[in-house]
């Protein structure tokens, strides 16, 4: 079969690569054009990219993806099928040219998790499993028709960092069993009573708020490590909490620091207490709370800032 692959961060690299190492041919890539970032503006390659590069594989980087010029270089290409995996929306003229249409591999169960950030949210909502799904595309984001599905369970060890890793590769197993067995899948409609939205994450949306419960501040950490991360305010110094745990209490202050010992402090939350791990300060490498604690005073402060 012939394929055109569409991706652009690492995420999508595997599925690119198994593609490639397959018995299938990649007829060309397409990824975002390059950009120019950094204090010296040096250009910067998307990770498809790069990996097309170092293979050999034709490359198509259009300004517009409803361009005249970009739906004529893909009609020439005489691709039996589009892969999508992390990548642009693309406009019917451009997803409907194939033969077999344009598949795209979703981070999520659907019709759960319906946009960008499939994963932060399954963790931030304390989802015990979640997989991806492929699917073919269709005039609005995420709600094509559903080819195939794969599930994993979230690890309470798990964060969005390790969820990512996994559910990259498990993105490349499941194209390539939809694309094996792409004549014998019935597409099945989804469930619009069961969808629910995954919005872009922002960074404001790491404040953890000390009024919520434990397991709630907790997958909240989870879900926002590494990136963008989870964090409070300890006199006007934002401090990150990169990995913590929760002790179950009663009668207990939302937002009061807990002096427990040299090496370790707590902040109290609507039923018990949050002990932060692994902190990281503005600027600072991320340490263990020991460390930190070694050069930070926690007993000048009652609370922290902001509640």
Request: glycine share 6%; charged share 25%.
């Amino acid at each position: 079969m012939k394929i055109i692959f569409m991706g652009t961060p690492d995420f999508a690299v595997p599925t690119l690569d198994k593609l490639f190492n397959s018995k299938h041919q990649i007829s060309a890539v397409v990824t975002a054009i390059d950009k120019a970032s950094g204090r010296g503006q040096k250009v910067k390659y998307s990770a498809v990219k790069k990996y097309a590069l170092k293979n050999n594989i034709p490359i198509l980087q259009p300004n517009s993806l409803s361009s005249e010029q970009f739906k004529n270089d893909l009609i020439n290409l005489k691709a039996d099928i589009y892969i999508v995996v992390a990548f642009r929306i693309l406009p019917k003229k451009i997803f409907s040219i194939p033969q077999y249409g344009s598949i795209n591999a979703h981070a999520s169960i659907l019709p759960k998790y319906r946009g960008p950030a499939p994963i932060h949210w399954a963790i931030y909502n304390g989802e015990t499993e979640t997989g991806v799904t492929t699917f073919k595309i269709d005039k609005k984001v995420d709600t094509g028709t559903i080819l195939l599905q794969n599930k994993i369970p979230i690890l309470q060890k798990d964060n969005v960092g390790t969820m990512y890793e996994k559910l990259k590769y498990l993105a490349a197993d499941s194209i390539i069993e939809t694309i094996e067995n792409i004549d014998n899948l019935k597409p099945i409609l989804q469930d619009e009573k069961l969808a629910s939205k995954a919005p872009k994450i922002k960074t404001e949306m790491g404040k953890i708020n000390f009024q919520k419960n434990g397991k709630q501040i907790i997958d909240q950490i989870r879900a926002f490590t590494p990136s963008p991360g989870t964090y409070i305010f300890l006199g006007g110094t934002r401090l990150k909490i990169i990995e913590a745990e929760f002790v179950s209490e009663s009668n207990t202050t939302p937002g009061e620091i807990k002096n427990i010992d040299k090496k370790q402090f707590g902040i109290e939350c609507k039923d018990g207490t949050i002990l932060p791990i692994v902190v990281q300060s503005a600027g600072k490498r991320k340490m263990s709370v020991v460390d930190f604690m070694n050069g930070f005073d926690i007993s000048q402060f009652v609370r922290i800032d902001n509640e």
